[in-house]
């Protein structure tokens, strides 16, 4: 039943005309369907921004709104309320004058929330004043709450001459205990969270010098987080070595492991799963973490960033009931979820899928996934033989890595199931002389396989500070002759052929830790096998020939779709050049 505060919020967001009519409708449609939260509506479709939301919700329920993303912030104001209450009633003190308190609440019908807070008012001697403030918002203040200085300092100081001791005597008998104590737990576990709350997805623990440096990988580039004595370094180590069942007393090879934990990240338990790499070098040695998270919404192909021809190929390719597709690029660069993303898409009751994978980065429910472990000879190629037994409509093969895994993934194809792999090339096209150098009969190749992809990463522009940017003379007149022959069917998005080439850039603010860039997106070229590319495999024909056939069919390449979402303001130019560039 939609009530009268449901009618308020819908009649708010019609009159500041913040949905066209097809979602305003869907929202409805929701609303009555589920009987739903409408603030979780908005929240878990993405149909509205969560600072224009508060906005409205500010307007309805007469409470005042507070942007705390870019505003100003009290340190010192932070402090006073206890971090496990701001966690637990999403509120927090932003600023303190005189004997006023001033508190943002993300829910301001939690009366819990504000009977603590009152009470922790009156204990001081002052009095509250509140404002209503957006999910991200308080996220954003949590953060600056929790410093991660000082909340690895506090450990730190606590068992400073262990860790000392530690480092001078590196056969200590107390180094299984030093490392079970709760100061290295808890610095590691510090270090988890802000990794995660920053969106990292690798964590690298080196030695540099006199100092144990930690980085995070964030939308692709490192970034360094925190320099810490060289004397905790041993323990960090260990500590991690003993989360991910390694052998603590064996630094002179590397060693493979993972790590699956529950991190508190902006008021939530997520399960992480860690895939854990260690690595000697001359005194120390090096760890680095690759944080596997699988997200709590499935992505379409569009969030992943295909759009245009590459998105129609993609989605025809999968519902095909036999065949390959490849996916590939180097590493990095996205195939795992975008192969991820297809088998979400297909998942259904009626389709057994198998895949076969090294290692699991990503758990998908109802799918049937394998472990590889070639130390007891459980390779893609001996799975592969298995998996065939097992009745399976989809295969998923993690990486072609030999000729004896090409030959079983075509053979798969042939007899009617729909096999989905990636291989290590620099382009799309280059999959073709790679499988022949695995031995692979051209005329296999040309039966076999449906689409051919091949993607990069590049990193998206914040929203928040995005604006337009011209470009010099001569780099406009590079990125004209990028995009002068394409056909007009090649564009998407805002931008269409003959209209007025705008570029974007960030300028750096303070969602997106002044980079100008905030998340990423793929940027890909796709082929489909046809009759004449198949006549030219037949022949074993040069890369030359087949390259000429691609484009008289319209071939879009990895630098011109790059350059696409760049004019619909998706990503930099300089962003596009430095990957395609590279090859």
């Not at 100003?72 to 209450?85: H, Q, S, T, V, Y």
């Not at 037994?389 to 090409?406: H, K, L």
Request: glycine fraction near 6%.
């Amino acid at each position: 039943m939609i009530n009268d505060y449901i009618n308020k919020i819908l009649s708010a967001i019609k009159e500041n005309n913040l949905l066209d009519n097809d979602k305003f409708s869907f929202l409805q449609k929701k609303l009555k369907e589920e009987s739903s939260n409408i603030d979780e509506l908005i929240k878990s479709y993405s149909l509205i921004g969560q600072e224009e939301y508060a906005k409205i919700k500010s307007q309805v329920i007469g409470m005042p709104y507070k942007d705390l993303i870019d505003g100003n912030i009290d340190k010192e104001a932070l402090r006073i309320l206890p971090m496990n209450l701001a966690s637990n009633y999403k509120m927090i003190i932003f600023n303190r004058i005189d004997d006023i308190l001033e508190v943002g609440l993300v829910d301001p019908e939690n009366f819990s929330a504000i009977e603590a807070v009152e009470f922790l008012a009156h204990k001081n001697n002052c009095s509250v004043k509140y404002y209503l403030i957006s999910e991200n918002a308080f996220n954003n203040a949590f953060k600056k709450a929790q410093n991660i200085e000082e909340e690895v300092g506090e450990a730190l100081d606590y068992a400073k001459d262990k860790f000392e001791d530690l480092e001078t005597n590196e056969e200590s008998e107390d180094l299984e205990e030093i490392i079970k104590t709760a100061p290295v737990t808890k610095i590691v576990s510090v270090l988890l969270k802000h990794a995660v709350d920053g969106r990292a997805s690798d964590i690298h623990i080196e030695p540099v010098g006199k100092n144990s440096v930690i980085r995070f990988r964030i939308d692709g580039a490192l970034h360094k987080s925190i320099i810490l004595p060289i004397y905790i370094h041993n323990a960090l180590i260990a500590r991690v070595k003993v989360m991910s069942n390694m052998k603590i007393d064996e630094t002179r090879i590397p060693q493979d492991g993972r790590i699956r934990v529950n991190v508190k990240s902006q008021g939530a338990e997520k399960k992480i799963d860690l895939r854990v790499s260690t690595l000697p070098l001359l005194d120390y040695e090096k760890v680095v973490m690759r944080i596997l998270s699988t997200p709590e919404k499935i992505p379409t192909f569009e969030d992943l960033g295909f759009m245009g021809a590459a998105k129609l190929k993609m989605e025809k390719a999968i519902i095909k009931p036999n065949g390959m597709l490849l996916v590939t690029g180097p590493t990095g660069s996205g195939k795992s979820f975008t192969l991820f993303t297809a088998l979400n898409k297909i998942n259904r009751e009626a389709v057994n899928i198998s895949t076969l994978e090294d290692p699991i980065e990503y758990s998908i429910e109802g799918v049937n996934q394998s472990q590889i472990r070639p130390e007891v000879d459980f390779t893609f190629a001996t799975g592969l033989r298995s998996l065939l037994r097992q009745d399976p409509d989809v295969i998923m093969v993690g990486e072609i890595r030999d000729n004896e895994t090409a030959e079983l993934a075509i053979h798969a194809a042939l007899t009617g199931h729909l096999v989905l792999s990636t291989l290590h090339t620099n382009n799309a096209v280059g999959a073709i002389p790679r499988l022949m150098d695995m031995k692979v009969e051209p005329f296999l190749l040309s039966s076999t396989l449906n689409l051919v992809l091949s993607q990069r990463l590049v990193r998206n522009i914040c929203d928040n500070c995005k604006e337009e940017f011209i470009l010099p003379e001569f780099l406009s007149k590079e990125m004209d002759q990028i995009i002068a022959n394409l056909p007009e069917e090649a564009f998407y998005g805002n931008f269409k052929k003959g209209n007025k080439a705008r570029f974007y850039h960030g300028t750096g603010c303070s969602r997106c830790g002044g980079t100008g860039y905030k998340g990423r997106s793929a940027i890909v070229e796709a082929f489909e096998m046809d009759n004449d590319l198949k006549d030219v495999i037949n022949q074993k024909a040069d890369m030359v020939k087949f390259e000429s056939v691609l484009r008289k069919q319209g071939f879009i390449s990895i630098a011109q779709d790059g350059i696409i979402k760049a004019l619909n303001g998706v990503t930099t130019v300089e962003e596009v050049l430095s990957i395609t560039r590279e090859e």
